[in-house]
Nanobody, 123 residues
Framework: VQLQASGGGLVQAGGSLRLSCTASGPTISGYHMAWFRQAPGKDREFVATITQSGGRRDFADSVKGRFTISRDNTKNTVWLQMNSLKPEDTAVYYC?????????????????WGQGTQVTVSS
């Protein structure tokens, strides 16, 4: 499955952005989907994940209560709604897919990646 992330941009602290990840190729219904992010000079870190049916969602502690993840398998799309943004949320955000199995929160567990979209939060 090929992934395309979009929706990034420049926003002031406290603002909101909604990222989209659209898949081409096979339907994403067979994949757990996730968002990761990578700030300059830092490792790529887990942000959020959602299971194939959407029945379970997990979030990094740093974004709990501020970010939500959702999906529509009929549209082959996953979204990351980001509210109350902080300057430390500045990063390139990547969507990723994992072909079933256990849900995992580490990047090596995901086999398909999008190209990333830049999110910059100004103070």
């Amino acid at each position: 499955v090929q992934l395309q992330a979009s929706g990034g941009g420049l926003v002031q602290a406290g603002g909101s952005l909604r990222l989209s990840c659209t898949a081409s190729g096979p339907t994403i219904s067979g994949y757990h989907m996730a968002w990761f992010r990578q700030a300059p000079g830092k490792d790529r870190e887990f942000v959020a994940t959602i299971t194939q049916s959407g029945g379970r969602r997990d979030f990094a502690d740093s974004v709990k209560g501020r970010f939500t993840i959702s999906r529509d398998n009929t549209k082959n799309t996953v979204w990351l709604q980001m509210n109350s943004l902080k300057p430390e949320d500045t990063a390139v955000y990547y969507c990723a897919a994992r072909g079933g199995g256990l849900i995992v929160l580490y990047k090596s567990g995901y086999h398909n990646w999008g190209q990333g979209t830049q999110v910059t939060v100004s103070s």
